[in-house]
């Protein structure tokens, strides 16, 4: 099921007698001068229309080594050539979309019959890919279905192989 997370912060923050019963009611009735802000340092009234965590600084402020890290690699990739597809490098419109939200879901199921709840927004991605599917090969949707689905890197890779290449 899919929980409203902000209803969960109020109850266990009331519940822990970080805030009063006023303030949770005036938060749950969306006054924005009555949210909260959570970081590491603690609970504080402010007036944020959603809670900011801590989790949203980033990277370079978290961890600078790692961010580091990261702009070596990239560095690297803008200087070379890779010759192995799979790590060719990314368009920022890939990189955008896999550093987006849209990780963050678990989507078990086809759209529409989901295992868990939530996917309303990934139902209408993984639908906007098949359409797409469909169109990039020129198949007409009612003679023809796609699976948009990779288990992992390898069997995805397989499974277009075996689709696209003759057999021995």
Same mark, same amino acid.
């Given at each position: 099921? /899919?929980?409203?997370?902000? %209803? ?7 519940? #822990?007698?970080?805030?009063? !019963?006023?303030? +949770? *009611? ?18 504080? /009234?402010?007036?944020?229309? %959603? ?7 980033? #990277?370079?402020?978290?961890? !600078?080594?790692? +961010? *580091? ?32 939200? #849209? ?66």
């Amino acid at each position: 099921y /899919t929980l409203n997370l902000e %209803r969960v912060v109020v109850g266990t923050l009331l519940g #822990l007698g970080k805030i009063t !019963p006023e303030q +949770a *009611a005036a938060c749950q009735t969306g006054d924005a001068d009555a949210k909260f802000m959570v970081s590491a340092q603690g609970i504080t /009234t402010g007036t944020k229309a %959603r809670p900011q965590l801590a989790g949203n600084k980033p #990277l370079s402020e978290v961890d !600078p080594t790692m +961010a *580091a890290l990261v702009q070596d690699e990239k560095a690297r990739q803008m200087r070379c050539i890779e010759l192995i597809a799979s790590e060719n490098f990314t368009s920022r419109a890939v990189m955008e979309c896999l550093g987006s939200a #849209l990780t963050n879901k678990y989507s078990e199921g086809q759209p529409g019959a989901r295992y868990y709840g939530g996917n309303e927004v990934i139902d209408k991605v993984e639908n906007l890919c098949k359409e797409r599917a469909l169109k990039a090969f020129s198949l007409n949707e009612k003679e023809w279905g796609v699976n948009v689905q990779p288990y992992s890197g390898s069997p995805a890779n397989f499974a277009v192989y075996t689709a696209l290449l003759p057999p021995h």
